[in-house]
């Protein structure tokens, strides 16, 4: 009986959002609906029970990490709202989606602007990527008042998505270190850390910037002066420094690793499972760990050693493990 409702309820909404008027402020909403939270933690389909199970664990791995981190973990003990810039915020479906680069966040902005854009979009992938990145096409948590804040965080089902912290900088570090087509990195970063890390640098490469090694890029981020000067670029930035998630307790924590199943159960506690997917599609250039391998291998294990303590943390709250081709110290 209840199951029943709530899907006549489910395909009704779906025809809403998916009606496309821009205007129409009535089209969107889930009134009367279950909200994902109760759908997360109180599920009416069976076979999302034992994914519950799963996500249950992975909250408490966070917890008790931040837990037994509590001076690194809670350095600072109050955000905000300039902390909350990451957080985008869907009103219609109560998500809010903290976004972290280099995992997946252009097509979960993309979806994030057809759940959120009362259906001015249907297809996630009609939205050209760099319009995915404009600030302005997305909501997020800081531009509201501090009480608009506080109910969101606590009625809203927060999610973000990680991966394995070193497979992630590596990839930063190809997609804005090893290609010729954006010079902005070169120039803001890749002088920079030429100049404090290459000995003997010519002046055209103290110019352009844009042949950084990987050796280098490291030698960079485990860098005192660093972090000391301005926080990370956001490619590289650890998970928790952008989410805060020993502050804000995240319902939800997808991988990058089962990306489609996780984005997918998301879809579905939102309640738009049936006609919205996350989009697939064949990345040849993906990072892997293969290649992660093949990068690591140049760096010394003083430098791997010291790498690791800067995304320690990283690696604890979200349950991946010391990589076997470590050699720390
Ligand atoms: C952590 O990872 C290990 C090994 O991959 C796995 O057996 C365990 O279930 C995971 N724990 C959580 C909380 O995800
Ligand atoms: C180059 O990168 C910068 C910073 O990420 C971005 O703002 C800019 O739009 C990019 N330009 C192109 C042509 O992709
Ligand atoms: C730097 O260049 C000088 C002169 O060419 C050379 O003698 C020296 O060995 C170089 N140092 C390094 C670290 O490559
Ligand atoms: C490792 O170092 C060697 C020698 O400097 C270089 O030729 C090679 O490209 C480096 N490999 C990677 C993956 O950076």
Not at 44 to 68: G, I, K, P, Y
Not at 209 to 238: C, K, M, S
């Amino acid at each position: 009986m209840v199951l029943t409702l709530v899907k006549l309820l489910k395909s009704r909404e779906a025809q809403r959002v998916m009606r496309r008027n821009p205007f129409g402020v009535d089209i969107c909403c889930r009134k009367g609906s279950r909200s994902p939270l109760q759908e997360l933690y109180n599920p009416t389909q069976l076979e999302l029970s034992n994914t519950a199970v799963l996500h249950q664990m992975r909250r408490d791995q966070v917890t008790d990490t931040c837990r037994a981190n509590s001076a690194v973990s809670r350095k600072r003990r109050v955000l905000t709202p300039n902390d909350l810039k990451h957080l985008v915020v869907d009103e219609d479906h109560e998500l809010i989606y903290c976004y972290v680069p280099k995992v997946a966040c252009t097509n979960w902005k993309r979806l994030m602007m057809v759940l959120s854009g009362r259906g001015k979009y249907s297809d996630p992938m009609e939205i050209p990527a760099n319009e995915a990145h404009v600030a302005a096409n997305l909501k997020t948590l800081n531009q509201y008042s501090i009480p608009e804040i506080n109910h969101r965080l606590k009625s809203y089902m927060k999610f973000l998505f990680v991966r394995e912290p070193f497979e992630r900088l590596v990839s930063a570090y190809r997609n804005k270190f090893t290609q010729k087509y954006n010079t902005s990195f070169h120039k803001r970063y890749g002088t920079k850390i030429i100049r404090r890390q290459r000995k003997n640098a010519t002046q055209e490469a103290l110019r352009r910037g844009d042949d950084v090694r990987f050796e280098e890029f490291v030698a960079y981020l485990i860098d005192p002066h660093t972090q000391r000067e301005e926080p990370f670029n956001e490619h590289w930035q650890t998970v928790h420094s952008l989410c805060h998630p020993c502050h804000i307790r995240y319902d939800l924590v997808g991988k990058y690793e089962t990306l489609e199943e996780d984005s997918n159960y998301v879809l579905r506690l939102a309640g738009v499972g049936s006609y919205l997917k996350f989009p697939t599609y064949a990345k040849s250039t993906r990072t892997t760990d293969e290649m992660t391998t093949e990068f690591f291998q140049n760096i010394s294990s003083e430098h791997q050693t010291q790498l690791y303590e800067v995304y320690k943390l990283d690696f604890l709250m979200f349950n991946y493990s010391v990589p076997s081709y470590l050699k720390l110290e």
